[in-house]
């Protein structure tokens, strides 16, 4: 089972309004992931291999990194972990696809 905070758990820095569908495409590919709290750097941190962070970002609102987000881009390079910025469903369809190699995935 995948682990969900409530938004309310987190005080501030809201979830993105279309964070459920990103993470609909995840849960569609039995892909397990977290929900991170705003001063993780990042939304999810999506269990595939090797290990990515995934932030994400409405694509209705002009956006940019936060200091946290930046600071953990910039961790992330170093070592060699991928930090993808998700903005929309084909996005992350696109991501699983490389990793997966198909873009169905069977319920």
């Known amino acids: 089972m995948t682990k969900r905070y409530r938004p309310s758990v987190f005080g501030v820095g809201g979830r993105d309004s279309n964070e459920p569908h990103i993470t609909a495409v995840l849960d569609r590919y039995h892909v397990p992931y977290v929900l991170m709290p705003p001063q993780a750097g990042f939304d999810l941190l999506v269990f595939v291999s090797p290990l990515e962070c995934w932030e994400v970002k409405n694509p209705e609102y002009?956006?940019?990194l936060t200091k946290a987000e930046k600071e953990r881009l910039d961790y992330c390079?170093?070592?060699g972990i991928k930090y993808r910025v998700i903005e929309m469903m084909d996005q992350a369809v696109d991501a699983l696809t490389a990793i997966h190699g198909r873009k169905e995935v069977n319920p």
């Open 62 to 64: 002009k956006w940019s």
């Open 77 to 79: 390079k170093r070592i």
